[in-house]
C-alpha cells in the first residue's frame, strides 16, 4: 500500500497506516491524500468502473441511503464515509450532467456532534453539485450564501 501511495505523490513522511481496512484511529492522512487515492482510482481505467460503482450513492444506497435526501446533491454524490468517536469523514466524487465531476474529502474531528457534522458535509457535498450545475439548486445567490454559511459554522469554538 506504501508503495502505491509513493506512485501517487504521497511521500511515505507523510501518512501513518497502522491498519488498511478504512478509518482506524492510529491512521493518519490529510484530506488533501485522501482526494489524491481517489483521483487517481477515477482515472486508472484498469480500476475506475469497480472503484466507483463500490462507493455508497447519496439518497439511494449504502451508508448515504438516508443522507442528502431531497436536496441537489441526492443521486450526485458517489462517497465513502468513516465515522469513529468524535470523527466523522467523507470522500469521494460530486457530478452533475454533463459536468467532469469534483473529488472531494472532508475529515472532521474532535467533534461534539457526529449528527452535526455530517449535516455540514451534506450540505458541503449540495455546493459542489451546485458549483458544477446551479440549475440544481433554486439559485446561484443561494450557493454564496450558502457557502458562508457552512464557513461560519466550521470555524472552530
Excluded at 44 to 56: N, Q, T, V, Y
Amino acid at each position: 500500500m506504501a508503495r502505491y501511495l509513493e506512485g501517487l505523490g504521497i511521500a511515505k513522511t507523510s501518512f501513518t497506516m497502522h491498519n488498511g481496512s478504512g478509518l482506524y484511529d492510529s491512521n493518519r492522512f490529510s484530506a488533501e491524500q485522501m482526494a489524491t487515492v481517489v483521483r487517481a482510482a477515477m482515472r486508472d481505467f484498469r480500476i475506475s468502473g469497480e472503484f466507483l460503482a463500490s462507493l455508497a450513492v447519496s439518497g439511494v444506497d449504502g451508508t448515504l441511503a438516508n443522507r442528502m435526501t431531497g436536496s441537489a446533491a441526492e443521486r450526485y454524490v458517489r462517497a465513502k464515509t468513516g465515522t469513529l468517536a468524535k470523527v466523522s469523514c467523507l470522500s469521494g466524487v460530486a457530478g452533475a450532467p454533463g459536468q467532469k465531476p469534483l473529488v472531494f474529502s472532508f475529515l472532521m474531528n474532535d467533534l461534539r456532534s457526529p449528527v452535526e457534522a455530517r449535516a455540514l458535509q451534506d450540505q458541503a457535498t449540495e455546493l459542489l453539485v451546485g458549483f458544477l450545475d446551479p440549475t440544481l439548486l433554486e439559485s446561484g445567490e443561494q450557493i454564496l450564501l450558502s457557502a458562508h454559511s457552512l464557513s461560519a459554522k466550521m470555524r472552530p469554538r
